[in-house]
């Protein structure tokens, strides 16, 4: 079966720094990260495409940096000077057949 896998989430305090990790399975790979507080909807953080142009949401502009890892088929998220506002849910998507495909996601927890 196809399937995304997230990890790298984490409780980090204000200012510091998680790489987050998405693995796909053999036939797919992932394009972007999003992202879902509660009570919010769930909004883009970054994408990549196949020429490598970086598409990033306007709040994590600057702060991070979204990468794929060929070799391992990984889709990866650098996030430097996190803020408590960047809390949420973590989630991968892919794409296959024109049907959307998400992991479970990981969770991103920035408190002090």
């Known amino acids: 079966q196809v399937q995304l896998v997230e990890s790298g989430g984490a409780l980090v305090e204000p200012g510091g720094s998680l790489k987050l990790s998405c693995a796909a399975s053999r036939g797919i790979f992932g394009t972007g990260w999003y992202r879902q507080a509660p009570g919010s909807h769930r909004e883009l953080v970054a994408e990549?495409?196949?020429?490598?142009?970086?598409n990033y949401g306007d709040a994590v502009k600057g702060r991070f940096t979204i990468a794929r890892d060929i070799i391992r088929n990984t889709l990866i998220l650098q996030m430097n000077n996190l803020k408590p506002e960047d809390t949420a849910v973590y989630y991968c998507n892919a794409n296959l057949g024109g049907h959307d495909i998400w992991g479970q996601g990981t969770q991103v927890t920035v408190s002090s």
């Open positions: 990549i495409g196949d020429g490598g142009v970086r």
